[in-house]
């Protein structure tokens, strides 16, 4: 394992119990950092802090929050103002056309993946400014960049984080903190796994028709999304600002 220089920095992970989050979570606690943990649902994350204590000697504090409510990163940023390292990986917005977007649903979903990230970001940031030190790190997601009219919601809202995070980081960097984005495309989560188990013919064929545009037959993994986080948060990074980098092997250039 390579030596990013990140031992002892303190990270925290929105959407850390699961998913690409945890993962994220794990490959920082490798290089040794301490992690505070966010997500919803409590048991899962009792369960995250339990695994990741059992691997690797480092501080793994949780905290229960559903980001969507607006106020509530307020809550997080109060609890965790130590932070040198910010993952917001939290929060999905459903997918659908606009005639079939559920207004309320849309709004909620907007709430706890970008107002959150935002508001989270807002919070520490005069934190890391008073140290000249940090790294916010947005997981964002490739429909932002190829733009889905099937699933409008993610697109606009993927679209407004990418936006931010090209703003907010052209600026944040002369105060010591950089900002990026990662946009993963289809990666194996608990979240896409119904896609490797199809139920129905309908499913199936859905699933041949993805997996046969797919670059090298697969999804990606989960680590392969936290290996390049990772890497952002190290100074080995420490000219990169205000940039997203995709994470689908060029699948959003296939025809």
């Not at 703003?167 to 896609?195: E, M, Y």
Request: proline letters at 4%; charged letters at 20%.
């Amino acid at each position: 394992m390579m030596d990013l220089g990140l031992k002892g920095k303190v990270a925290l992970v929105t959407g850390g119990s699961k998913g690409i989050g945890f993962a994220i979570a794990t490959a920082l606690a490798e290089q040794g950092c301490a992690l505070r943990l966010v997500a919803r649902d409590l048991a899962s994350l009792e369960e995250a802090q339990r695994a990741l204590q059992k691997e690797f000697p480092v501080e793994v504090l949780i905290h229960s929050a559903n980001l969507s409510i607006p106020g509530s990163t307020d809550a997080v940023a109060q609890a965790f103002p130590e932070t040198d390292i910010l993952i917001n990986s939290a929060g999905a917005v459903a997918r659908g056309g606009l005639l079939d977007l559920d207004p309320n649903g849309f709004r909620e979903g907007f709430e706890g993946k970008v107002m959150s990230s935002m508001m989270l970001s807002r919070a520490l940031y005069p934190h890391m400014v008073a140290k000249k030190y940090g790294v916010i790190i947005n997981i964002i997601g490739i429909a932002g960049e190829k733009l889905n009219p099937n699933s409008i919601g993610t697109s606009v809202a993927n679209a407004a984080l990418i936006a931010f995070t090209k703003a907010f980081g052209a600026q944040s960097v002369d105060h010591g903190v950089r900002v990026l984005g990662i946009s993963p495309g289809l990666i194996h989560t608990p979240r896409t796994d119904n896609l490797l188990h199809p139920k129905t013919d309908v499913d199936r064929q859905a699933y041949a028709k993805v997996m046969a545009n797919l670059p090298y037959g697969r999804m990606g993994q989960p680590k392969e999304v936290a290996d390049l986080a990772v890497f952002f948060a190290s100074d080995a990074a420490k000219y990169i600002s205000g940039d997203v980098l995709s994470v689908d092997a060029g699948t959003r250039f296939r025809a």
